[in-house]
């Protein structure tokens, strides 16, 4: 079985700046997928950014990026010119690769991410 | 593209009686839907992975013969809470994956139910 731990249960940034969210995870899985959702308080969740665990390249989508450390099995988040939209609830999200299909995701207990104007 | 909807999205029933939330994909076809439940405050569990036209596979300390999943077409997956008791108030919410072998198979989630047992 595979955990995912979120040490920062609440953050809070001046809008513009950039923060770094943390996940680290823990799984004897060699191929895997690692997700960061957005959970608004609409409580859709939407997919920021998925990183394949065999590309070593970082995954980048416009603002938000990840610093991704399979040795180090760590996962971080990293949001750049923060804006009051960003203000959400924040799940890192482990899927192991099941050949072909998606699988369940295990979720990281969540960072609350709050935007000041 | 690559819409989810559930169905109710709020609903409140009494202690005992059954209740069904519906999950749709709407612009897909989905070879498989997990459901997922949220507590308050609280992160998503996994609760069970529904394949079309076969059983579902619940998690463990997941009750099947509580949580009865139905997954009778591609577009379509149910979750029957059956004689529900306040503790299974919750939100729960379904995602579906797109069977196209040609695309990465990317959970989309739908808005969530939220149910209140009295």
């Known amino acids: 079985a595979q955990t995912v731990t979120q040490s920062q249960p609440e953050m809070s940034v001046q809008e513009a700046e950039t923060v770094t969210l943390s996940c680290t995870y823990d799984t004897s899985e060699s191929n895997y997928y690692l997700f960061w959702y957005k959970q608004p308080p609409s409580r859709q969740m939407i997919l920021v950014i998925r990183?394949?665990?065999?590309?070593?390249q970082n995954a980048t989508e416009n603002r938000f990026s990840v610093n991704f450390q399979k040795a180090a099995k760590s996962f971080s988040l990293k949001i750049s010119d923060s804006q009051l939209g960003d203000t959400a609830m924040y799940f890192c999200a482990f899927m192991k690769y099941s050949g072909g299909g998606a699988d369940g995701l295990t979720f990281g207990k969540g960072t609350h991410l709050i935007i000041q104007p | 593209g690559a819409v989810v909807s559930q169905h109710p999205s709020w609903v409140i029933c009494k202690s005992g009686t059954s209740v069904k939330i519906e999950c749709r994909s709407l612009?897909?076809?989905?070879?498989?839907m997990f459901w997922y439940r949220q507590f308050p405050k609280q992160s998503l569990m996994l609760m069970a992975t529904?394949?079309?036209?076969?059983?579902?596979?619940?998690e463990q300390g997941v009750e099947k013969d509580k949580f009865l999943i139905n997954h009778a077409s591609l577009t379509l997956s149910t979750l029957t809470v059956t004689s529900a008791h306040p503790e299974d108030s919750s939100f729960y919410i379904c995602?579906?994956?797109?069977?196209?072998?040609?695309?990465?198979?990317?959970?989309?989630f739908g808005p969530g139910t939220r149910l209140t047992v009295l």
């Open positions: 990183q394949e665990a065999y590309k070593q």
């Open positions: 995602s579906a994956s797109n069977s196209d072998p040609k695309v990465f198979n990317e959970q989309f």
């Open positions: 612009d897909f076809q989905a070879t498989t």
């Open positions: 529904s394949n079309e036209g076969s059983k579902a596979t619940y």
